[in-house]
């Protein structure tokens, strides 16, 4: 008997496709332990007592408020979508983009907003949420990403 013919006749299909969040990726980037304790042994991070992450909460929410129909012309936008939820069957993941930006070159961008100092550097963990989001993008709306955008 083959291996597959096997797999494929005594394994349980799965009910449910296993998604992981872009949020989960960085956290595994920052620091493997914390996704272990958070999803193996239940321990939350609780990042409800901490003021940047309620301030950063705090300004997403007035940004998706505020000015909406604004499109940044310095990019060159010609239309923009606001806190898009996306997932990938290709690649397993799922996250929320601040914004989308369709650019006049017919390709599109993600912007995501931070509360944080600018000290003159991108940091790794920006550099693959980019990436992550420009993959959901792209398998969802069939469009080219060349860049991604960090505020």
């Known amino acids: 008997m083959q291996k597959n ?9 799965l009910e449910q496709e296993i998604f992981i969040s872009v949020s989960d990726v960085l956290e595994y980037l920052f620091c493997p332990k914390f996704i272990f304790f958070m999803h193996c042994l239940g321990i939350a991070q609780r990042e409800e007592r901490r003021y940047k992450v309620l301030k950063g909460r705090e ?4 940004r998706e408020k505020t000015n909406r129909d604004y ?3 310095r990019l060159n936008c010609v239309g923009k979508e606001i806190s898009v939820y996306l997932t ?5 993941f799922k996250g929320e983009v601040d ?14 907003y931070k509360y944080a100092k ?7 963990t920006h550099k693959y949420q980019a990436v992550f ?10 469009i080219e990403v060349k860049r991604g955008f960090v505020c």
């Open 5 to 13: 013919a096997f797999l494929n006749t005594h394994m349980p299909a």
């Open 133 to 142: 989001y420009g993959l959901l993008i792209m398998e969802h709306f069939g």
């Open 88 to 92: 990938s069957h290709k690649y397993h």
């Open 99 to 112: 914004e989308i930006l369709f650019l006049e070159d017919g390709t599109a961008a993600p912007m995501d």
């Open 118 to 124: 600018f000290k003159d550097t991108i940091y790794r």
């Open 59 to 62: 300004l997403h929410e007035a």
């Open 71 to 73: 499109v940044r012309k």
